[in-house]
Structure formats: C-alpha cells, structure tokens
C-alpha cells in the first residue's frame, strides 16, 4: 500500500481524545460533514463503529461507503488509520 499521509502520522501518533471526525485520515470536509449528519461527529464515533464491526476491513469500507459515499482510497485511508491506532493504544 502507499506511504501514509501526514493526516494519519498525526492522528496515529497520539490518543484521540475529542478529535472531529475530519481528523481521520481519509475523512475531509465533505465526508466530515456527511457523517457529522449521521451522529458520526467525533473520531471515537466512527472508532466504535470500527470496533462494532470487529475492525473487519470488508464490513468498515462497505459502512464507510453507504454512510458517507467514501471512494475506495478514502476508505482505505480511514481503515488502516483506525487500525494502526488501535494497534497502538488498544
């Protein structure tokens, strides 16, 4: 897979706290806003979705998709970012 970009250096190196939802790597301003819409307004938010669906990668992209309209690299994006962070903190 790519280099992670500086957004998920930066949300993976510390805990989440009340981080938005738009701190999640893969997650900008048009997704932030759809999923903000859905009650999905922190990253501990969509993080507990994450964790509802086991961090199964197949079933967090496909609720990433019809929750927010995510395309396949912002899905991506935000999976491995949630999981590298879990792997670090969980």
Known sequence: MSSTSQK???FV???MGEKTV???AGIGEVLGKRLEEKGFDKAY???GQFLV???DEELFRE???DTCGANTKQ???CYSCLREWCDSFL
């Open 8 to 10: 998920h250096k930066d």
């Open 13 to 15: 190196a510390e805990p």
């Open 22 to 24: 738009m701190a999640l």
């Open 45 to 47: 938010v969509v993080l």
């Open 53 to 55: 669906l086991k961090k």
């Open 63 to 65: 609720w990433l998709k």
């Open 75 to 77: 899905q991506g994006d």
